[in-house]
């Protein structure tokens, strides 16, 4: 019996043993190995064995990114202003050996170089600066992060600065500027709003103008073609007139020839249109060669005027 109690301890020995040995690793984690306290090996995600009582894990390191949040630092800038600064640094373990026996917490030697890095580089610059370029601070920040935590097997990923605490009174002073550039730029939009109106109304009379004398323009133009256009009828009306009376005259004088009137009657006919001419205020008559001739002498012609103003 007591060979039996005796064979299930050391089985419960054995066995205890053999599952100390298993360590589980789980994923984007390692573990450092120590074997009587010298470094031996790491182990990586899954099932690792390792001898028990001799080898034990010194620490696991979690190879995720992680975030480590710089306590608010007071600084003094170029313009000699106390300003509070809080950063969030975001690192990673690259190579969890140096992590673990080149530093002996690189969280605080972080902290470290992050106030350091900080005081060196805010005294460089004015408040200003400062306010307006988060990304310089963080660039030269992280920079200077580098530099240090090269050695450590830690990689610094990303420097924000969350925080910026400004004395009460420069903030109030800020706050008044910020206004007076405020009502500056907008008195300067509504100058320019203005400014554009008055352009543009002066281009609208401008085109109003124009517009009213190609109107005026087009409008004498269309009153001289009409007038053309009329002075073109009237003379062709007049022409007409006058190619229809002469055709009436032709065919009076070729009536009376073909009737065998001789050329006296033709005279006398001349004379009597003369009578009716001399009958108005005129006191000069041209009188054609031809009639003079015919009447045989200027007697007949006298006799004619003297019987229109007997008619008076």
């Known amino acids: 019996m007591a060979g039996y109690i005796v064979f ?14 298993v360590r589980i690793i789980p994923q984007q984690t390692v573990a450092i190995v120590e074997r009587l306290g010298k470094y031996r090996t790491t182990l990586h995600a899954g099932v ?33 202003v106390a300003i509070g600064v809080e950063l969030a640094t975001f690192y990673t373990v690259v190579e969890p050996q140096l992590a673990t ?13 992050v106030a350091s890095a900080l005081r060196a580089t805010i005294g460089k610059m004015e408040l200003d600066e400062i306010l307006s370029n988060r990304e310089r601070i963080q660039a030269e920040l992280r920079q200077a992060l580098d530099n240090a935590t090269e050695n450590w097997g830690v990689r610094i990923d990303r420097v924000e600065v969350l925080q910026l ?13 910020m206004r007076a550039e405020r009502e500056k730029r ?3 939009l509504q100058a320019e709003g203005e400014k554009q109106a008055t352009v543009l109304r002066a281009e609208a009379q401008q085109a109003a103008v124009v517009l009213a004398a190609e109107a005026e323009k087009r ?4 009153d001289a073609e009409a007038k053309q256009k009329a002075q073109e009828l ?10 229809l009376v002469a055709a009436a005259e032709k065919e009076r004088i070729e009536a009376i020839r073909e009737a065998g009137l001789d050329s006296q009657i033709l005279a006398y006919k001349s004379f009597e249109a003369l009578s009716q001419m001399a009958d108005g205020k005129a006191t000069t ?5 031809e009639a003079v001739g015919t009447l045989g002498s200027v007697g007949m012609i006298g006799k004619i005027f003297d019987l229109n103003n007997n008619g008076k």
């Open 219 to 222: 409008r004498q133009i269309l």
């Open 234 to 243: 009237e003379a062709l009306g007049k022409a007409e007139a006058i190619k």
């Open 48 to 80: 690792n064995l390792i001898i028990p009582i001799v080898d034990s894990i010194r620490v696991r390191h979690d190879l995720r990114m992680k975030q480590v949040t710089v306590p608010s630092q007071s600084v003094i800038t170029k313009d000699n």
């Open 165 to 177: 605490e400004i004395p009460s009174d420069i903030q109030n002073s800020m706050e008044k500027q």
């Open 101 to 113: 026996y080149a530093i002996a917490s690189y969280v605080e030697g972080i902290h470290n170089i």
């Open 285 to 289: 008559i041209f009188i054609p060669t």
């Open 8 to 21: 299930f301890v050391l089985l419960a020995l054995v066995l205890a043993i053999i599952a100390k040995g």
């Open 186 to 188: 907008a008195n300067i």
